[in-house]
């Protein structure tokens, strides 16, 4: 099936620093989610990009739906130790008449030793 | 508040014993989904269902089965825990189409000694 490349993997980060992460996929996509996971919860939806070339903010977060409708990038800037977690893009898949979410394997932010 | 609950946040349990996990939500969703995560690692579908007396296997085989008698009610069963089960255990609904994203619980973290 059809699958995303989710990068980096895992990352650490010192306050204050801007973030940066990306998501891609040899195929089109009209859909992109990114959501976030603290460690012990459930993810939560930052933000969802409709449009390719879109450009969304959230706070100190910036997603972009890539205009080649492939890929999506996500970036925090000024990062505080509450970024630490785990985050996953997701796209929508309409196979079947049925919406269904299809999720990259998450890049991991640590605060740096 | 419209929201998705799991119960309970934390198991343990002896090897052989039956348990099952509750998910239930009060938006209205058609939608429900059971994944699987390992501490930091990649979501794993392994059960969705698109309404009531609907359930569909995911993409990761597991041992685990569910109902959906009520559209609020989607719980997840193991007829004979194994320590191999151990693991974080999702729950999360969506509307029909997931335009909006899934709605994720907080998670059930199993462990089976």
């Known amino acids: 099936g059809q699958q995303l490349n989710q990068s980096p993997q895992s990352m650490f980060i010192q306050e204050g620093e801007d973030v940066s992460m990306n998501c891609t996929s040899s195929?089109?996509?009209?859909?992109w989610l990114w959501y976030k996971q603290d460690p012990g919860e459930g993810p939560v939806l930052l933000i969802a990009?409709?449009?390719?070339?879109e450009l969304t903010s959230n706070g100190r977060l910036t997603a972009q739906f890539g205009i080649t409708r492939k890929d999506s990038f996500l970036n925090i800037s000024a990062s505080i130790p509450s970024d630490v977690g785990i985050y996953f893009c997701a796209y929508l898949n309409y196979g079947g008449s049925q919406g269904n979410l299809i999720f990259g394997k998450g890049t991991k932010l640590s605060v740096k030793p | 508040e419209a929201d998705i609950y799991q119960t309970p946040r934390y198991l343990v349990i002896g090897t052989g014993k039956k348990i099952t996990l509750e998910c239930s939500q009060t938006?209205?969703?058609?939608?429900m989904y059971w994944y699987q995560q390992d501490p930091g690692m990649e979501l794993h579908l392994i059960h969705y269902s698109y309404g009531v007396n609907s359930t569909e296997k995911g993409d990761l085989s597991s041992e685990s089965t569910v109902s959906r008698i009520r559209t609020e009610h989607f719980p997840l069963t193991l007829e004979s825990a194994r320590p191999s089960h151990t693991s974080q255990y999702l729950c999360a609904s969506s509307a029909t189409g997931a335009l909006y994203g899934y709605t994720f619980g907080s998670g059930t973290r199993l462990t089976v000694v």
């Open positions: 938006m209205g969703h058609d939608k």
């Open positions: 990009l409709y449009k390719a070339g």
């Open positions: 195929s089109i996509f009209n859909t």
